[in-house]
């Protein structure tokens, strides 16, 4: 059995657990995944820098904070894909939705949207995006290219479980992505070490 089908059979029987903090920033993001044939690819964006961007550099799955014109949140994280990367999720396979995650520091709390793409489409990343790239199942879940990010702005000192996707002296992936990609990993036999 692959990661793909095992995570697709895990998230169509899934309930994710909802929050609903009303001091809390609300946010979504779309976890999209390529199928292959011995592997799964996820996709990735790294945020360009900004200085009002609290995420500003990070590596991140696309989406963004709800907007009165959102439905729902996952209205949310489709209409920001679009926005970001000219990729349209509403004829992709919808495979459901992991549970929510809240920010260690920031009053937000983010929904995910899990979809599988069969064809990799051409993406057109907006000024929001500095890459957009995709990563192996088998990387995210190499021990070896697993870390530990030292959050120096932190009192006291933290430190975090990250992943390094991109190589030397680039960003790692930490943080709420970790987080939510832990939560993935989950629905397979392979675990990564959770962050809390």
Not at 26 to 31: F, I, L, R, T, W
Not at 87 to 113: E, I, K
Not at 155 to 166: C, G, M, R, S, T
Request: proline content about 8%.
């Amino acid at each position: 059995m692959t990661p793909y089908s095992q995570i697709q059979t895990a998230l169509q029987s899934h309930q994710p657990k909802l929050f609903a903090e009303s001091d809390k920033k609300q946010a979504a993001v779309a976890v999209i995944l390529h199928p292959t044939h011995e592997d799964l690819q996820i996709l990735f964006i790294e945020r360009a820098a900004h200085p009002k961007d609290p995420w500003s550099g990070h590596i991140a799955f696309p989406g963004g904070t709800i907007e009165p014109e959102d439905t729902n949140l996952q209205q949310t994280a489709e209409r920001e894909t679009q926005e970001e990367l000219s990729l349209d999720l509403s004829n992709t396979n919808f495979l459901g939705q992991l549970d929510d995650v809240t920010g260690a520091t920031l009053p937000v709390q983010v929904s995910a949207y899990v979809y599988a793409i069969n064809n990799l489409p051409q993406l057109c990343p907006n000024e929001e995006v500095c890459e957009v790239f995709w990563a192996s199942y088998h990387d995210i879940t190499d021990s070896a290219r697993l870390q530990t990010l030292q959050l120096k702005n932190w009192h006291p000192l933290k430190e975090v479980p990250a992943i390094d996707l991109l190589g030397p002296n680039r960003p790692v992936l930490w943080g709420l992505t970790y987080r939510l990609v832990t939560q993935l990993v989950s629905f397979t036999s392979k675990t990564l070490p959770s962050m809390f």
